[in-house]
């Protein structure tokens, strides 16, 4: 998000002092302040509707312009303080965007475990409590003058290539997953207090950006060429659940192009389909600079008073950037753009200002106004990141099995690797300043005695300088504990993949100490991407592999209670793991998600590649045996057709395909029961996933999620899961026209390894007129 220009322009702007901690002195409407005070704008029980207009009603244009702005300016004769719009919490409070800082009386947040980790324990409760977490933090720095109200978290696009060193910040490749994420998240970062919002949080980057700087091409420069039917059934689909089940405050367009416009001067994608179709209630922000960008990089008008103009005509509300402040006046004087657009952008940003209570006068009696300091990084909130990092670790491979290890028979460990003693690779980009950090090395060394080797003087891992100590060590330990991976020297923003193996000389370093060693060899893996370790599943000498993700700040105890059995693991993988000759041939900039034959294109993610993998979607072992069995779930379900539908000759149903929009399936619902029995001797959670393979069609998934639920059973018990999948959401498929449609005939859904067909068959309701 970060660029060059930008970040000069917010120091040399930013017109108010974030760096003390004191009283935070109302951002408007003081008490104290006689010409405001009786304004209707300040008056707290009036329609929030009726305060915006009058609000926007005593503005100059000028004055409107400074607030097009992330770092909107004062307007002090009517008594509004500046504001800086951008702040992040992708997984804690962080300090990336310059509305938060840390330092008096804050000197860091709670950092919660990388997003894709946190994913991957497919709990929506976690992800909700987490949400409410950061903005407990979030609330208690603001309080404190050192943070902003307005958070440009989460990130929600697809992680459609395995390459994209941004895929750590979001929650997989699953539409559902993501989606359900999205609006988890945003619930806990908003609250519940109806119109109220506790912090505005917002789903970026709408949409199809996936792709940094690969081969040339970069995020600034790409036109992402996406179908009708992969927007309908990939990328809009977490946007859209953002919006209409997580009701977020705001939406963030991307920098790329789609289909040759810039996502922030399309109104087809901001006005028509986040403003109107899922009916938004806040504003819309841009990348940052992205309007400089489509200018200047893109080339995409001719002057840039049209820059300005399309972008809010499009339906931009704030640019994260200059770009605006500087251009629309002008573009307002020739008459490009009106001032009732410019008006409609203010009433989309200060109607989320008054949701925060910004307008409500003291900020220390209103709702949250008591959170301080205190609140911060306390043992709850840290208790939570680790038990964040327990959920999320993925057991990839137990052979034996070998783990959990018991403390008696291992009381020595080599714990070897250039991730075995970090603590800020732990916690992943868009982090910001952790309460503190336990290391692997550390956490293992409250089970046992350790011997700790780099190997490698860091991820990259160019010399072999190093081995001998390392391989000395695992020759004398009872176990040897590899922890190796990547960090964000190989992966992050503006930074993707080239392969996919380890990098450097770590799979030679792997090799030469699971030779060495006297005991088992367990390779613990640190990314936010998936990594090709077919070599090590293949080595007979290395017993167990784990998945730790970007693990948070106590990441190394949650790994060493995974490994010594404290913790029953229960992640699952958000992603495919797919082999390196994947990416052979296969440009990242190819936005396909399905697989054609005929052009050798493999397709993207569980959904539609069907080739080799080094760890499916949705794997992950547990210590214990979970049994599935259905008990209850029917096998023919009527999808009743609208009425005013029938006879409308072939457009409801094609192919035995019927238009979603041409059924009456609102609450249609399949619901199932599912027995989950824990036949092992380990308590443990199951993560139970549920999907559905439609009936064979041309444009068809080869299955997907439709569900998740996550349970916990005690060995030797069993739990009843009950599921309700939402047909028209969930059974559905999208034609290559865009068009959802619900394809009748069997389905058969996955639960663990238990089929289930359910027949879905069309009623017409009344007489069928021939
Ligand atoms: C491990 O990392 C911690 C935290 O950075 C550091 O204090 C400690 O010295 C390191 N241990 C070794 C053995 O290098
Ligand atoms: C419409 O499609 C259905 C199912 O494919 C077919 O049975 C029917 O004859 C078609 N009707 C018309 C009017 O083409
Ligand atoms: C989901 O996470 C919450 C919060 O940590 C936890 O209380 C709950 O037990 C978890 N659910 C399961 C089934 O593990």
Known sequence: MVSAPLIFFSLLFLGFSWHTSKALEPFACD?????????????????????????????????????????????????LDGYEWWSEALHGVSNVGPGTKFGAGFPGATSFPQVITTAASFNTTLWEAIGRVVSDEARAMYNGGMGGLTYWSPNVNIFRDPRWGRGQETPGEDPLVVGTYAANYVRGLQGNDGERLKVAACC?????????????????????????QDIEDTFDVPFRMCVKEGKVASVMCSYNQVNGIPTCADPNLLRRTVRNEWG????????????????????????PEEAAADAIKAGLDLDCGPFLGIHTEDAVKRGLVSEADINGALFNTLTVQMRLGMFDGEPSVQPYGNLGPKDVCTPAHQGLA????????????????????STR?????????????????????????????????????????????QGCADVSCVSDQRFGGAINAASQADATILVMGLDQSMEAEFRDRAGLLLPGRQQELVSKVAMASKGPTILVLMSGGPIDVSFAMNDPKISAILWAG????????????????????????PMTWYPQDYITNLPMTEMAMRSSRSKGYPGRTYRFYKGKVVYPFGHGLSYTIFVHTIASAPTMISVTLDGHRRGSGNTTISGKAIRVTHTRCNRLSLGIEVDVKNVGSKDGTDTLLVYSKPPAGHWV?????????????????????KINIHVCKYLSVVDRSGIRRIPMGEHSLHIGNVMHPVSLQPLVLGVIKT
């Open 204 to 228: 970026k980057h709408f949409t199809a950006y996936d792709l940094d700087n690969w081969n040339g091409v970069d995020r600034f420069h790409f036109n992402a060429k996406v179908s009708k």
């Open 550 to 573: 970007y693990p948070g700040q106590s990441g190394g105890a949650a790994i060493a209670d995974v490994l010594f059995g404290t913790t029953n693991p229960g992640g699952k993988l």
């Open 409 to 453: 028979r291992y009381r020595t460990i080599a714990i070897i690797g250039p991730n075995a003693n970090v603590t800020v690779t732990m916690i992943g980009n868009y982090a910001g300043v952790a309460c503190g950090y336990i290391t692997p090395l550390q956490g293992m060394g409250s089970y046992a005695r350790t011997i700790y080797q």
């Open 280 to 303: 938004l209630n806040g504003y819309i922000v841009s990348d940052c600079d992205s309007v400089g960008v489509y200018y200047d990089k893109q080339h995409y008008t001719s002057t």
């Open 386 to 405: 680790l038990e964040a990092a327990r959920q999320g670790i993925v057991l990839l491979n137990n052979h034996g099995p070998t783990l959990p290890l």
């Open 701 to 721: 998934p080869h299955k997907q999620l439709v569900a998740f639920e996550k349970v916990h059973v005690a060995a030797g018990t069993q739990q009843r899961v």
């Open 31 to 79: 008490p104290k302040d006689e010409v405001t005070r009786n304004l209707p704008f300040c008056q707290a029980k009036l329609p929030i509707e009726d305060r915006v207009k009058d609000l926007i009603g005593r503005l100059t244009l000028s004055e409107k312009v400074g607030l097009l702005v992330n770092n909107a300016a004062a307007v002090s004769r009517l008594g």
